[in-house]
């Protein structure tokens, strides 16, 4: 809410600037608030500070009051004089502000100071809420932060007056980028020292700061260059100011209250106690004076230095790039200001002078010191890039000394960075700006980077050595696998030990220009020997992975080969039961090397082969009845989940896998057996054409009146030829004899469901072969396919 809202009742001057207390306007005044019907429910809140430092306008615009304000376009002189009194409008309850004489004012001269002092111990004494308004850049000074007034009021008041518990609030004026985390314990730490520094008189002389005083802080923005900021803070602070003299309230631990009515009676008894008090009357301003005037000249040249043109382009420079000079550049600049500083200053007190003077090099340094560390960030990124690119061009070049190479460009870029770093400091700011953190960063960034690329090359190193290995003995335990002799695993344990001796040897070699630690070498070398296993288990996975292929080629080149490598013709002199056995044994072994990782030398003596080999037997289902009813046999471990003597990790193949393709191998490679069976039987047939005797003398003899039906009729020998045909076809598609190995009636059952297609397609067949024109590839089909009746 703006100091245009409406007031109760207009602004008194309570007491004038000679002193006067105006007793009978405070008391109409009281009358136009209805002061007297508020009881204990009101609040008085006032304002002390410096002249001219915004005191009325911050009440204004707080309470809705309409104290006098400063025209600046008039100059800088005194506003308020002596002490007003006005309702604030908007706050519940009823809320008096007090506007008091601006301290350190010109028009009272240097040394009548007695004003001051004594107008401040009257708010501290009457008011519930005392707002201290102070510029936030006089945090931490003596005298702009009213150090010397505050002392001497908390004197004289611990001797007058007795703990009321007023609120003291400091509004920081101004404030600047410096968080008010920082600035409020600064303030506290001062009030309390201030407190701890006056002396007391016997009964308060232990008394804490707090029976006197709550200390609250508060900060606000620039008014008339950030108003919109300054305004809502102001909003906000408003809202602190309601119900003020509630429990928790700003206002909420006064003691000694004086009714409403009594009010202006126990002002003006105050007043005239604080007048007849002769400890107020101390020395003079000069050195505030000073502070004030050598403050504005100090604040001059730092908004002339903000719009220095030279610096203005120093500034873009310098958050470009690197700018060569940069430190004594800023340096010029500072000392271009600080002589005009001293030129303007020269006459006021000498301490204060000198304070300021570094107030003003201090506030121009934090201004640059952006600039300052992007310039030497931009020196380290320099620095850093330039070590990379020197450190990859050496190791590309050889590996041999990479640790050393790398010590020397790290001293290199160090060296280099700490010369930029002495042409960018600036001797007014020894000690303020390090690049000490810069160097660090630098240093962490080359150690990383060089570490990385360390890590890089080794990893490079160790991958080729792997690809040595791999290439050394990959395709050679993938043809052992293949081949799985009997030795297989005792070869690859072999040729895997030779290769690795091989390169760790050279990899170790390779290694010492990178200085490894013995621990260091031993784990790379390590993991590149546990590559040869995950070689090897690669292309045993490879074979499992066709371990039904595997084990079909296995059994077909057993099975349909002799000795001699040569296709076999099934006659009698083959027993094809102990081949089929055989052929079988050998697929199984074959088997039981892939099925189980062997590298470690203790691990040839396992139960993989016996367990597989005891599925030979296994050749119908009673016969794995009883063997499921054996308990000793080694086939029962593979009902089990891993194998006997073989650890997990080496596991290929589970027992339940080599089972579940042992039933389809033998699925598979039935039909082979059948059709050597078939061979067999039908080469023995093909030996014994002719009936025997008596059956030749029991067809002429039983077929004679057949035979000269024929005679007289020859178109049935056409017919009968076709018949026989048509039945050859079909007993050698129907295969008859398997089909009645295990008896008559299940011989006769499997031929009923095959009977009518197989002598259709006969039929069909035989049709083709008469209405169909032959060619020279049907009739070397044909005399094949007479073969292989035969």
């Avoid at 706050?91 to 001269?109: A, F, Q, S």
């Avoid at 000795?563 to 050998?586: F, M, Q, Y």
């Avoid at 398997?738 to 031929?751: A, D, E, K, N």
Wanted: proline content about 4%; overall charge negative; some cysteine.
């Amino acid at each position: 809410m703006g100091y245009e809202s409406v007031v109760a009742a207009p602004a008194i001057q309570l007491i004038d600037e000679k002193g006067k207390f105006h007793e009978d306007a405070l008391v109409e005044f009281g009358k136009a608030v209805k002061l007297s019907e508020c009881g204990l429910s009101y609040a008085v809140v006032a304002i002390m500070g410096p002249q001219s430092s915004g005191k009325s306008t911050l009440l204004n615009h707080l309470f809705g009051t309409r104290f006098k304000e400063m025209d600046a376009l008039e100059g800088r002189n005194q506003t308020t004089k002596g002490v007003w009194l006005q309702r604030a409008d908007g706050i519940t309850p009823c809320t008096l502000v007090m506007d008091l004489e601006g301290t350190d004012g010109r028009e009272r001269g240097e040394d009548d100071t007695a004003f001051e002092k004594q107008s401040a111990l009257f708010s501290l004494a009457v008011a519930d809420i005392v707002l201290i308004n102070l510029w936030c850049h006089d945090i931490g000074r003596e005298q702009a932060s009213n150090k010397p007034l505050l002392k001497t009021v908390f004197q004289v008041m611990t001797r007058l007056f007795s703990p009321r518990k007023t609120t003291l609030m400091f509004a920081v004026r101004d404030k600047t980028k410096t968080p008010m985390k920082i600035l409020e314990p600064i303030l506290r730490n001062d009030v309390q020292k201030i407190w701890d520094s006056v002396p007391k008189p016997g009964n308060h002389k232990d008394t804490p700061l707090t029976e006197f005083f709550n200390v609250e802080v508060t900060a606000l923005s620039n008014y008339e260059e950030k108003e919109e900021q300054f305004m809502e803070e102001v909003r906000q602070l408003k809202q602190r100011f309601q119900n003020s003299v509630a429990p928790g309230g700003l206002a909420g631990d006064r003691r000694a209250v004086v009714p409403g009515s009594g009010f202006p009676f126990s002002a003006h008894e105050i007043w005239k106690v604080i007048k007849e008090n002769k400890d107020l009357d101390l020395p003079a301003h000069k050195v505030m004076v000073a502070t004030v005037r050598c403050d504005e000249i100090a604040h001059e040249k730092l908004q002339s230095l903000a719009k220095d043109e030279y610096w203005k382009k120093l500034d873009v420079d310098s958050r470009r790039g690197v700018v060569a000079g940069f430190g004594k550049k800023v340096s010029s600049i500072l000392d271009k200001y600080t002589s005009q500083y001293d030129a303007e200053a020269g006459f006021f007190d000498e301490g204060v002078r000198t304070a300021k003077r570094n107030y003003l090099v201090s506030e121009a340094l934090e201004m640059m010191q952006p600039n300052y560390d992007a310039v030497i960030g931009h020196h380290r990124a320099a620095a850093l890039e330039k070590f990379r690119k020197d450190l990859k061009a050496a190791a590309e070049s050889s590996d041999q000394e990479f640790a050393a190479t790398v010590r020397q460009f790290s001293e290199e870029g160090l060296r280099s960075f700490d010369q930029a770093c002495a042409d960018a400091s600036v001797p007014q700011a020894s000690g303020a700006w390090n690049p000490s953190r810069a160097r660090e960063k630098l240093t962490r960034d080359i150690n990383a980077h060089a570490q990385s690329l360390r890590a890089e090359r080794i990893q490079a190193l160790t991958s080729k050595w792997e690809k040595h290995l791999e290439d050394g003995i990959g395709e050679s335990v993938a043809a052992l696998l293949d081949a799985a002799p009997p030795d297989s695993w005792a070869s690859i344990r072999e040729l895997v030990a030779s290769e690795i001796d091989r390169a760790t040897a050279a990899l170790a070699t390779a290694l010492k220009g990178y200085e490894p630690s013995r621990e260091e070498e031993a784990g790379i070398l390590k993991g590149v020997s546990k590559h040869s296993r995950t070689i090897v288990e690669a292309k045993d996975r490879e074979a499992t992975s066709q371990a039904l292929i595997r084990m079909k080629d296995r059994f077909q080149s057993t099975f349909g080969h002799d000795e001699d490598s040569l296709p076999r013709v099934w006659g009698d002199e083959h027993d094809i039961r102990a081949i089929t056995k055989a052929a079988r044994i050998s697929a199984l072994k074959m088997l039981a090397v892939i099925a189980a990782l062997r590298l470690n030398p203790g691990a040839t003596e396992d139960g993989v082969e016996d367990a597989l080999l005891s599925l030979v037997n296994d050749s119908d289902a009673s016969s794995e009845s009883s063997e499921s009813s054996n308990r000793g046999s080694p086939s029962n471990a593979l009902a089990s989940s891993a194998w006997p003597g073989v650890a997990p990790e080496d596991t290929m193949l589970t027992p339940t896998q080599c089972r579940s393709l042992w039933r389809q191998f033998r699925a598979e490679t039935e039909y082979a057996i059948s059709q050597a069976l078939s061979a067999q039987e039908a080469r023995r047939q093909g030996h014994s054409m002719l009936p025997p005797p008596w059956a030749v003398a029991a067809m002429v003899v039983l077929g004679f009146n057949e035979f000269m039906a024929l005679l007289r009729n020859p178109i049935y020998l056409p017919i009968i030829f076709v018949a026989f045909l048509l039945a050859r076809a079909v007993w050698v598609q129907l295969n008859l004899g398997r089909h009645f190995q295990y008896g008559v009636l299940p011989g006769v059952v499997s031929i009923s469901s095959k009977y009518l297609p197989t002598v259709m397609g006969a039929f069909n067949e035989v049709v083709d072969a008469g209405t169909a024109r032959p060619t020279a590839e049907a009739t070397s089909n044909r005399r094949n396919h007479e073969v292989k009746l035969d």
